[in-house]
Nanobody
């Protein structure tokens, strides 16, 4: 297991940008696939993006393709989510997750979760 702590959330106007970061504990960071999920009020937690342990493979939800970019720094034990052209429907709590079986979109593929960071996009 790995401990994950998200940061960077906040309030932004539609069309704006935010950069979320997730810091991980442990020197096994580079052995995990990492992902971002989000959960809006009254909705299920949904996949946003994932990145492979080497950083060479990524996977995005259709709703964020072309707007969001996931990246990782294995030397600094961090994974980031750059969010551009934000929309009110991007409002949610964003969670960082770590897994060991690939960059899948299913929640079950990830065994460690952060506590989340709130992103609010005003219209």
């Amino acid at each position: 297991q790995v401990q994950l702590v998200e940061s960077g959330g906040g309030l932004v106007q539609a069309g704006g940008s935010l950069r979320l970061s997730c810091a991980a504990s442990g020197r096994t960071f580079s052995t995990y696939d990492l992902a971002w999920f989000r959960q809006a009020p009254g909705k299920e937690r949904a996949f946003v993006a994932a990145i492979s342990r080497s950083g060479t493979s990524t996977n995005y939800a259709d709703s964020v393709k072309g707007r969001f970019t996931i990246s990782r720094d294995n030397a600094k034990y961090t994974v980031n989510l750059r969010m551009n052209s934000l929309k009110p429907e991007d409002t949610a709590v964003y969670y960082c997750a770590a897994g060991s079986i690939g960059t899948y979109s299913a929640r079950a593929a990830y065994h460690s979760w952060g506590q989340g960071t709130q992103v609010t996009v005003s219209s």
